[in-house]
């Protein structure tokens, strides 16, 4: 029986490349291609696919469930790795993952390929979500061991064997989009010293060109994810798409960092994500307000395990379900409205509100309406610091 593998395709250099070289090597390829909001022409990536000779292509539009099941968990567990990356890439991996292990299972394939390199994490990430859904498939990562070392080797060999790749001149930086932001790396960008120039970011303008004054917007909360903006309920990529410009018309969302790559490398890295940054800004606002402190507190900690279980590439493992468990239990409440401004790259919170606030005026007014006891705080403090009064004998040696 021929060998037959599922490719994950995107329709540019490398993987066109793939699908010749693993035909070269007796493989039957089918690729497959995901619509996780990308904005590339799927269409004529599958052409270009048939083309070169798989023998099969698949599209699927995933945008749904990618919001639903990866992007929406993102934004109640406040999902932002290092302080600064809100993990577009690192989220869309496992669904692409997922959706090779199911088209294998239906072509009876016994293999899958993506094009990653062996430098990155998002080799890790499908890696490690295929050995999780189905422990039987084996996994080719043909740039991982193929003879080419430069693209321009890549080039030829693309001539050579006449796959319909587009020759425009080499582009400057290497992007990859998606619905919830899009990650920038490579070119002059590798040298962390150097300011971005302005032509590698894709959606946002710059802070100096954003309107000089400020956009008010109210967005609400249903238990933990965004459902309007200023009272208007939003189908939930129609939101994102609407807060995507506007936040990148107001320049928000860039980040310029370095990372810590699983692999051991730190790497330069510019992402853009408007519509991420004012969710996370207003979600987490929405959370100081209706979570109790202990929860709260507790909550940040997981929230941090859960974006490093997210970057790593452990989507689908048992502690990261279970974490599920404990993040859906604190979103019970988190439904409200908050409210932001955009301003020349910043937003923002200036206002919150919810039914479900813990906030008490009459607690805490310094007006006449107090209702607080302060001759409380008395007996509290002193059995508080009682403890300590023997941490000071102890220090004494008394
Ligand atoms: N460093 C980011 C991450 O690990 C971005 C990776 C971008 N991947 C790509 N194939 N261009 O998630």
Same mark, same amino acid.
């Given at each position: ?6 490719? #994950? ?27 996780? =909001? ?6 004529? #990536? *599958?052409? @270009? !696919? ?31 790795? %290092? ?6 890439? #690192?989220? =869309? ?14 072509? *009876?394939?016994?293999?899958? !390929?993506?094009?990653? /390199? ?6 890790? @990430?499908?890696?490690? /979500?295929?050995? +999780?859904?189905?422990? &039987?498939? $084996? ?12 693209? $321009? %080797?890549?080039? $030829? ?7 319909? +790749? %587009? ?16 990650? +920038? $790396? ?17 959606? /946002? ?25 200023? =009272? ?12 995507? *410009?506007? =936040? ?5 969302? &860039? ?19 408007? #519509?991420?940054? +004012? ?13 109790? &402190? %202990? ?26 379900? !279970? ?15 908050? &409210? ?57 040696? *008394?």
């Amino acid at each position: 029986m021929k060998k037959k593998v599922v490719l #994950a395709y995107s329709g540019g250099l490398d993987t066109s490349c793939i699908v010749y070289w693993l035909k070269e090597r007796g493989y039957d390829v089918v690729a497959f291609l995901a619509d996780l =909001g990308q904005q590339e022409d799927l269409r004529a #990536a *599958k052409e @270009r !696919a048939l083309k070169i000779g798989a023998s099969n292509v698949y599209i699927a539009d995933v945008r749904e469930e990618f919001i639903h099941n990866f992007i929406y968990p993102a934004i109640k567990a406040n999902a932002v790795y %290092e302080g600064r990356y809100l993990l577009a890439t #690192a989220l =869309g991996r496992p669904l692409i993952a997922k959706y090779l292990v199911e088209t294998a299972h239906r072509e *009876k394939a016994q293999y899958i !390929a993506h094009g990653c /390199t062996g430098k990155g994490n998002d080799q890790v @990430r499908i890696e490690i /979500t295929a050995n +999780i859904l189905d422990p &039987r498939l $084996e996994i080719l990562a043909p740039v991982r061991e193929w003879e080419f070392t430069s693209r $321009e %080797e890549e080039i $030829e060999y693309a001539k050579e064997k006449k796959i319909p +790749i %587009e020759v425009t001149k080499k582009k400057p930086y290497s992007l990859d989009k998606n619905l919830w932001g899009i990650s +920038i $790396e490579c070119g002059i960008l590798e040298d962390p010293y150097v300011q971005p120039p302005e032509d590698a970011y894709q959606v /946002t303008v710059s802070p100096e060109k954003a309107p000089a004054k400020p956009q008010y917007l109210v967005l609400g909360f249903e238990k933990g994810v965004p459902v309007s903006i200023d =009272g208007r309920a939003y189908k939930p990529q129609d939101l994102l798409e609407t807060l995507n *410009k506007l =936040g990148g018309a107001h320049g928000i969302g &860039r980040t310029d960092m370095v990372e810590n790559r699983l692999v051991g490398i730190k790497s330069r890295e510019v992402y853009e994500a408007p #519509a991420g940054w +004012i969710i996370h800004t207003a979600h987490r606002e929405l959370e100081s307000l209706v979570l109790d &402190r %202990e929860a709260s507190h507790f909550k940040q900690g997981i929230d941090a395990k859960y974006a490093e279980l997210i970057y790593n590439g452990f989507w689908y493992s048992p502690l990261k379900h !279970a974490l599920d468990g404990f993040i859906n239990a604190t979103q019970k409440f988190v439904s409200g409205d908050v &409210r932001l401004k955009l301003y020349k790259g910043s937003c923002v919170c200036v206002g919150r509100r919810s039914a479900h606030s813990l906030y008490s005026k009459a607690l805490a007014t310094y007006t006449k309406e107090d209702i607080f006891d302060q001759k409380l705080a008395a007996g509290f403090i002193k059995i508080l610091g009682m403890p300590y009064k023997q941490v000071a004998r102890q220090a004494r040696g *008394k």
